[in-house]
């Protein structure tokens, strides 16, 4: 599991004063990426070797609102490895409290965008990860 520390702007708000819901996606997308990082997977050198991670789904469960300048924290942790695909599920909190849950799934994809086997390097990073993930339930 990684854990992301985001300061909310206020262009982040809306009229209401509270987190866009739309933007938690893009949390998710930050906390994903820094998760990558974390195992050892940069989006940029995925893509230097032609993969990519398009979202094919996502659901969010919104529990309570974030305002501007409050520090969230997105927790991101791989919970599902298929030979061509993952997902990944997300908590973000602010001061403990918990603000939404949600739920990302990516295939993993070529340059023209077909869907393709993990290389055994990747995958082995990504079983690892998993295998911590489940230890820790």
Aim: net charge neutral.
């Amino acid at each position: 599991m990684n854990s992301l520390d985001i300061r909310i702007a206020y262009a982040d708000t809306d009229q209401m004063g509270v987190v866009y819901y739309g933007n938690y996606l893009t949390f998710f997308e930050r906390g994903r990426t820094e998760y990558l990082r974390e195992v050892g997977l940069e989006y940029v050198k995925l893509e230097e070797r032609g993969y990519y991670f398009p979202v094919i789904y996502a659901e969010c469960k919104y529990v309570s609102s974030a305002k501007y300048d409050d520090i969230i924290t997105v927790e991101t942790k791989l919970t599902e490895l298929t030979a061509a695909s993952i997902t990944c599920e997300y908590e973000v909190k602010c001061k403990g409290k918990l603000l939404v849950i949600g739920k990302t799934k990516h295939p993993f994809v070529n340059r023209d965008f077909k869907p393709v086997r993990f290389p055994p390097d990747i995958r082995k990073i990504f079983e690892k990860t998993l295998e911590k993930t489940e230890q820790k339930a």
